[in-house]
């Protein structure tokens, strides 16, 4: 009596290495992934709607494009839906103005009700679209007080909410 068939221990060995060479795949391609990820993105940071006109200020004084400064933040509420809102200001064309961009599910789905708040505060809303994503910018008036009555008012965070931040193009560090 035989303690292992050859048959057997051939397809087992070849089982064996195909299963290894997938999964060697499998797992570069993971790292590759993650550091992709990891290096094409710019840490967030974490403020507060106060630091709204800091966070202006500084988009506005950016000499390069593109310059911009996303605010995320989860409403938390079930009567607004779930997942995070983003809005934006950026620099387009050497203007600086606030961007509502329908890329996020919440932001889609909330497009009436910005597009709505944003007309009742005496704001026009333009909609454009930019290499292929569409958005509604808000290139005039006091934009500072428009991105903070989107976060307190249409959202009904406090003023002290955790917001993160995502810079490009631009110097921003919270006022002391």
């Known amino acids: 009596m035989r303690l292992f068939e050859w048959e057997t221990i051939s397809g087992t060995a070849a089982d064996l290495k195909t299963a290894f060479i997938v999964g060697a795949t499998v797992f ?29 200020a500084s988009v ?38 606030l961007d509502w961009v329908l ?11 910005f597009e709505a708040f944003a007309a ?19 290139d005039s008036g006091d934009l500072s007080k428009l991105c903070q009555d989107v976060i307190w008012k249409l959202y009904g965070l406090p003023p002290t909410a955790k917001l993160e931040l995502i810079v490009e193009g631009l ?3 919270p006022a002391s």
């Open 103 to 113: 890329l996020a599910p919440a932001n889609i789905r909330d497009q009436p009700r």
């Open 171 to 173: 110097d921003w560090s």
């Open 120 to 138: 009742s505060e005496g704001y026009s809303v333009q909609p454009r679209e930019q290499r292929g994503i569409k958005y509604l910018r808000v």
């Open 28 to 56: 570069a391609t993971l790292c590759g992934l993650v550091w992709f990820f990891h290096a094409s993105t710019e840490p967030t940071l974490t403020v507060t709607a106060r630091d709204v006109p800091d966070v202006l």
């Open 60 to 97: 506005s004084m950016a000499t390069s494009e593109p310059a911009f400064a996303v605010f995320l933040f989860d409403p938390d509420d079930p009567s607004h839906g779930r997942g995070a809102v983003n809005i934006q200001f950026s620099r387009e064309n050497g203007h600086v103005g």
